[in-house]
T-cell receptor, first 116, second 114 residues
């Protein structure tokens, strides 16, 4: 079973600060996705990283996929109150010969609170 | 441009009753996944379906739970004889195809068993 561990579990910061959330595994993933979930809603896909070493930017959010495709990070610059939410990393669970089984395995999530 | 639709958004059932959760995938998507999110736990995979086929049900409890995705109509997750431990948020996701395709989630159904 491929597991994803996220850290930190909770993050409470002031508006304007920078932060990084980590997603680590002992297994290689063919891709990793980052989602954000707000209370009472479903996860919203932010980005998919596929290539080892890949860096993707989405406004103030920067996503990186580790060279070995075992870890990923999400960095937020100058956090805003609207960034508050649960951040989840996820990856295809069970890959054989490059073909995903379809289902995703999720990290436990990082609850981010940005105070004004 | 409708996204994944789920209904009802909230469902209250007494112990022993049946719960039916519905999911309509995004337009053009033929793969549906059900996940469960228990309080204080992460999202856990339950079942993966294509039209008229169950592809992977490795995350489904052995008893009381079933899922279908008929040729016409939404996918349905059915829980018979619900117990308090079934109280959770149930999410449906859809993708265009299998493999590396991204999954898009619906807003979820919050099931409360009293």
């Amino acid at each position: 079973t491929q597991l994803l561990e996220q850290s930190p579990q909770f993050l409470s910061i002031q508006e304007g600060e920078n932060l990084t959330v980590y997603c680590n595994s002992s297994s290689v993933f063919s891709s990793l996705q980052w989602y954000r979930q707000e209370p009472g809603e479903g996860p919203v896909l932010l980005v998919t990283v596929v290539t080892g070493g890949e860096v993707k930017k989405l406004k103030r959010l920067t996503f990186q996929f580790g060279d070995a495709r075992k870890d990923s990070s999400l960095h937020i610059t100058a956090a805003q109150t609207g960034d508050t939410g649960l951040y989840l990393c996820a990856g295809p669970a069970g890959v054989t010969g490059g073909t995903s089984y379809g289902k995703l395995t999720f990290g436990q999530g990082t609850i981010l609170t940005v105070h004004p | 441009n409708a996204g994944v639709m789920q209904n009802p958004r909230h469902l209250v059932r007494r112990r022993g009753q049946e719960a039916r959760l519905r999911c309509s995938p995004m337009k053009g998507h033929s793969h549906v996944y059900w996940y469960r999110q228990l309080p204080e736990e992460g999202l856990k995979f339950m079942v993966y379906l294509q039209k008229e086929n169950i592809i992977d049900e490795s995350g489904m409890p052995k008893e009381r739970f079933s899922a279908e995705f008929p040729k016409e109509g939404p996918s349905i997750l059915r829980i018979q004889q619900v117990v308090r431990g079934d109280s959770a948020a149930y999410f449906c996701a859809s993708s265009r195809g299998r493999g590396q395709d991204e999954q898009y989630f619906g807003p979820g159904t919050r099931l409360t068993v009293t």
